[in-house]
């Protein structure tokens, strides 16, 4: 019976023994995470707050071309240039995207379209007859107002899911020269969709 009893009382201060070490073990597990989380989750804070910092666009607004370069009813390819920041990395001057600009012949009014084709995201070209649009990736076809052509028209599937993104633009006076300029708000919008949404 002693040794039953001594054997029973063994058991009990092993098991003690072993829930000590087990909370020792839990408690520096926990100081350690702690430990960790205090130098670490400003990093990571750090790191993810710049990676978003460069897919977030913004509108650029942009004197662009004179109203003087442009001819009535022919399509005029233009970059748009800004200062932009990828991460930890910023390009003072880089292209941040590209406008169609369309002066019509009656009234010298200006339209603008990114040049972003809303199927797919490629850069849209002037088509051979330099009047109207097209997309070199699945031949989109857009007329010279940007509006989408139907299939009829063209003899092929129109794959673009809405006409061309327009852009704000105005006609204004330089302070200096007095000469007319093109400006421009370019945004960029998510492809694919059937009505426009700004991308950001």
Not at 151 to 178: F, I, K, W, Y
Not at 181 to 187: F, I, M, P, S, Y
């Amino acid at each position: 019976m002693d040794a039953s009893r001594s054997l029973t009382n063994h058991w009990f201060l092993a098991m003690q023994q072993m829930q000590r070490r087990g909370f020792l073990q839990w408690l520096t597990g926990l100081l350690g995470a702690a430990v960790c989380s205090v130098v670490g989750l400003p990093g990571v804070k750090y790191l993810l707050e710049s990676l978003g910092r460069g897919r977030r666009t913004a509108r650029v607004v942009q004197r662009v071309a004179r109203l003087a370069d442009l001819t009535p009813g022919r399509p005029l390819l233009v970059a748009v240039t800004a200062r932009k920041q990828d991460a930890w990395t910023e390009y003072p001057q880089h292209v941040v995207g590209r406008v169609w600009l369309v002066k019509s012949g009656g009234d010298g009014g200006v339209q603008a379209f990114t040049a972003v084709c809303p199927h797919l995201g490629c850069t849209i070209q002037a088509a051979a007859d330099g009047k109207t649009f097209v997309c070199p990736c699945h031949r989109a076809a857009f007329d010279a107002q940007g509006r989408r052509l139907p299939s009829s028209a063209t003899g092929q599937e129109n794959h673009a899911p809405r006409d061309m993104d327009a852009l704000a633009c105005r006609v204004v006076q330089d302070e200096q020269t007095g000469e007319a300029w093109v400006e421009v708000t370019l945004e960029q919008f998510v492809p694919g969709l059937r009505h426009k949404v700004a991308r950001g």
